[in-house]
Every structure is written in C-alpha cells, then in structure tokens.
C-alpha cells in the first residue's frame, strides 16, 4: 500500500487551507470581479427603476405595463437571457451586467413603486399646502418616506445579483462563479467549496451592509418603533 500524500491538495480535500495559501491572488481577483459585476449591476439597475417607478405612481395607467414588463423580464431563464443579449454584447462583462440589470428591474421597481404608494395622502396634500411643487414633493417628501421599501427590495437585488453573477461563468465572467465551473469540471474539491462560501459570505455581508445603511438614513423609522 502506498501511503498517502502529505498535503489536502494533493489528497483533493474539501476544506484546505493549502488551497487559500497558494491560491490567494486568484481568489482575491474573483472575489474583486464578482463586487464589480454586482455593483455596477444593482446601481445602474435602480438607476433605471427610479424613472420607471415614478411615472408609475403618478399615473396609474402606467404601473400596469412597467409591472408587466419587469416580471416578464425576471421570468426568462439565466442562460436564455444571455443567449438573447448575447448578438448584442458579445462574449464580454458588458453582457452579464446587461442581464443582471434586466433582473433587477423587477425587484427594484415594485418596491420603489410600494414604498411610493405607502406615503399618506394627507402628507402629501400638507406639503403641496406649504407651497412644495411636484419635484421637491418627491425629492423631500415621498422618496424618504419610500426609503424603507425601496431599500428592502435593493437588499433583495443585491442578494439576488451576488448569486446570479456565478452564471456569467458561462461566457469568462463570473467572478467567483468561473472558479465553481472550472472547479467542477476538474473536480476541484477545495476550489469549488471555497469559491462558493465566499459567494455566501459576500451576500450575506452586502445585506447586512445595506440593512446598516437603511438603519442609517431613517431614523424616524426608529423613533415609531420606540
């Protein structure tokens, strides 16, 4: 019998702190891709569902379709999705991005358009009373008070985006998600486990990051509790 080899690589272990040892700088450059991919992802995505929302809360005729339209959207399968922007974008991060925005849309403009439609009439009537006009009514009025919906379904999409960036593995970016696919394909015990915890532990970071952030910027939500 031939005796075992010294170190968990060689062995192909699961856990192997060998494995983050000498893999640090690839796992650190996935790690910097994936946040890239997610961030970029989400901001131009509420970017997007702002203007969509609104308009939507201010006629309602409008919330139907842009409701409609985004839920259609998030029911499109990961790789159908890419496959579809794919002409457009190409083999290129560009094309993840695209898809995780067209994702977020959903999740993004039903809780902006919720936490709109949450403000009390009356609130808004006092405020057109003191003289507010449409666009200092919503940037002073209505979107603080719509923050804590808003920012329930940022911290969904956020969440969301971590996960679905593993996909773009399929066209090179993927950030921690091109580490799991070629791990499973060379059974690479060490690099699919590792690859996939820190994809746990980025989300569940990025949600506790937001929900400080929410704590944060509304106090008053504090102050009702208490």
Request: aromatic share 6%.
């Amino acid at each position: 019998m031939t005796a075992p080899p010294d170190d968990c690589l060689a062995r192909n272990e699961w856990i192997c702190g060998e494995y983050l040892g000498t893999r640090r700088q690839i796992l650190l450059d996935a790690v910097v891709q994936h946040l890239e991919l997610t961030a970029v992802s989400v901001l131009i995505g509420l970017v997007i569902a702002l203007p969509l929302a609104v308009p939507a809360r201010r006629w309602g005729w409008a919330s139907g379709p842009v409701l409609a339209a985004t839920t259609i959207l998030y029911t499109i399968p990961s790789l159908a999705m890419f496959s579809l922007l794919l002409p457009v974008y190409g083999l290129s991060a560009g094309l993840v991005v695209a898809g995780l925005v067209l994702y977020s849309l959903t999740l993004l403009v039903r809780n902006i358009l919720a936490g709109l439609r949450a403000v009390p009439e009356e609130t808004r009537q006092a405020a057109r009373g003191m003289g507010y006009g449409p666009v200092r009514l919503l940037l002073t009025v209505e979107l603080p008070l719509a923050l804590p919906a808003a920012m329930a379904g940022l911290r969904i999409a956020v969440v969301s985006a971590v996960s679905l960036v593993t996909v773009g593995a399929i066209v090179g970016f993927g950030g921690l998600g091109n580490l799991i696919y070629a791990g499973m394909n060379t059974y690479f015990k060490a690099q699919v486990l590792t690859a996939s915890v820190l994809c746990v532990v980025i989300a569940v970071a990025a949600d506790v990051l937001l929900l400080g952030v929410q704590w944060l910027i509304t106090p008053w939500t504090r102050a009702a509790r208490a």
